[in-house]
């Protein structure tokens, strides 16, 4: 493959290809009534690496778990979005451009859940603190996870069907309890700061990425290392947090890269999608 100035195109740095393709969906298939032509998703993909192979193993996956759906025109296949598919990118779509990574307007209150299942709900256990760490749930101690603010446990946990099995609460810290100490206790903030100085070795050059091939590859590269940070991101209170702390310059690098890269993103986009219209 070749970059833009017609040289050889080194490796870019790996990235899954799952969650490349949801940033893919996310840019350039939500909110669009359309579906895109599989060849030309390959065409894309391409510019970043990933084989023909991974490509067809991911959009294959992903009609199996509902979130595509094919649709056949003459001998091609194109996947557009299902509700399920809209509902999963609308919700990273907040986490990248409303909620965003700081959170500046904690009220003081924290969202409880405890739990209580029997051994052999092992794997209901797993499903369940992987939903918690999922929405910003930090383990305080045995069986009871917290969260700063107000959290929509209800429509989270419907599908596990727990019933009586878990309580939720929400409370504030008292003496000699400080809010501070929880997060101490139930957050791993050198770990959260870890990945977001990652994020800016990467990206906080006055060149990042210069293998890549060109600025959509940057783009969904880019994309995709912010979605991921922020979502494993439980937006702990700034207030708790160290002044500098790293993801308040991260996220204001993000929103620099992506203004630069987009307009020229959507053009060459643009020249290699094929798209099918859905609406009626």
Do not use: C
Request: proline share 6%; aromatic share 8%.
């Amino acid at each position: 493959m070749k970059r833009e100035d017609g040289q050889d195109q080194p490796q870019v740095p790996s990235a899954r290809p799952q969650s490349l393709m949801f940033s893919f969906l996310g840019i350039y298939v939500l909110g669009r009534d359309t579906a895109v032509y599989s060849g030309s998703v390959i065409d894309v993909f391409a510019r970043l690496g990933v084989s023909e192979e991974a490509v067809r193993s991911t959009l294959t996956r992903m009609a199996k778990r509902n979130l595509l759906a094919r649709h056949r025109r003459g001998k091609k296949v194109y996947f557009g979005l299902t509700p399920h598919a809209t509902d999963v990118l609308e919700d990273g779509r907040r986490h990248v451009w409303e909620t965003g990574a700081v959170n500046r307007d904690w009220d003081g209150t924290w969202t409880l859940v405890g739990f209580s299942l029997p051994g052999s709900e092992r794997s209901t256990r797993h499903d369940l603190r992987s939903q918690l760490i999922w929405a910003g749930f930090g383990l305080l101690q045995g069986g009871l996870w917290i969260a700063p603010g107000t959290k929509d446990v209800e429509a989270m946990l419907a599908p596990l069907g727990l019933g009586d099995n878990v309580t939720v609460l929400q409370a504030r810290a008292l003496k000699p309890t400080e809010s501070a100490d929880l997060v101490r206790k139930a957050f791993d903030t050198d770990q959260i700061a870890l990945r977001y100085r990652a994020f800016l070795d990467r990206w906080d050059t006055p060149h990042p990425l210069p293998s890549a091939a060109d600025d959509l590859a940057r783009q969904l590269l880019l994309h995709a290392d912010w979605l991921q940070l922020v979502r494993q991101d439980p937006r702990l209170p700034a207030e708790h947090l160290p002044a500098d702390w790293p993801a308040i310059r991260a996220e204001k690098l993000f929103h620099t890269l992506a203004s630069r890269y987009d307009p020229r993103a959507a053009k060459l986009a643009e020249a290699v999608l094929d798209e099918l219209p859905l609406r009626p």
